[in-house]
């Protein structure tokens, strides 16, 4: 009978985990699971930039701000629908929710959030100390996924003055040269990582 209860008790559990993500709309800084269950290898947590968008191999660039994470799923298979034989089955889930500016930033001032996201090992957002290199935030990330485009790794940094954005380049097997910054650049607050997905043959 106790056995019979628990069980109950857990289908009731997870019926409503499973309908507060059904209601729950998506928010920059989110962190979402991204399941693919025809290619485990393509399964990730991705991170929701402020812009509302995730980055996701083979997807590219998705808007997923303000929507559930059953359209985002239908979504990403959609997208990925050319590289299977029948559309792809998709199940995303929100793994973390953004977190609250509150007294934990004013009792640390001195860190500086940097975002990344792509093919590295534990993407997000991250709380570093300024002084803060490409190549040590890249190492506090968990470093660079058997996927990555090594060659072709991005710095987006936005000017606060006028709003612009510059891409930097940086090549992490050279760790600089005269296409690429150094991976000794020191980072700046906002600053987002792109790490692509390599390309076939690249």
């Known amino acids: 009978m106790i ?52 980055s996701f191999p083979l997807a590219g660039t998705v808007k997923v701000g303000g929507r559930s994470v059953d359209t985002v799923a239908s979504t990403l298979s959609k997208e990925m629908a050319s590289n299977f034989a029948v559309s792809p089955t998709v199940l995303v889930s929100v793994a973390a929710l953004a977190p609250k500016s509150s007294s934990r930033a004013a009792a640390q001032p001195n860190l500086m959030n940097v975002y990344i996201l792509g093919e590295v090992n534990n993407p997000g957002r991250k709380e570093i100390l300024p002084d803060t290199t490409l190549i040590q935030f890249l190492a506090e990330a968990g470093g660079l996924s058997r996927f990555a485009a090594e060659k072709r790794i991005q710095l987006r940094r936005v000017d606060p003055a006028g709003g612009d954005e510059t891409v930097y380049r940086f090549n992490y097997r050279t760790m600089g040269g005269s296409d690429s910054i150094s991976g000794t650049t020191v980072l700046a607050p906002g600053d987002v990582i792109v790490v692509p997905e390599r390309r076939l043959f690249e």
């Open 3 to 54: 056995r019979f209860l628990t069980a109950i008790l857990f289908l009731i559990g997870s019926a409503s985990v499973s309908m507060a993500q059904d209601f729950y709309r998506i928010k920059p800084g989110d962190t979402l699971q991204v399941e693919v269950l025809e290619d485990p290898g393509l399964n990730r947590s991705v991170l929701v930039l402020p812009d509302g968008s995730i």
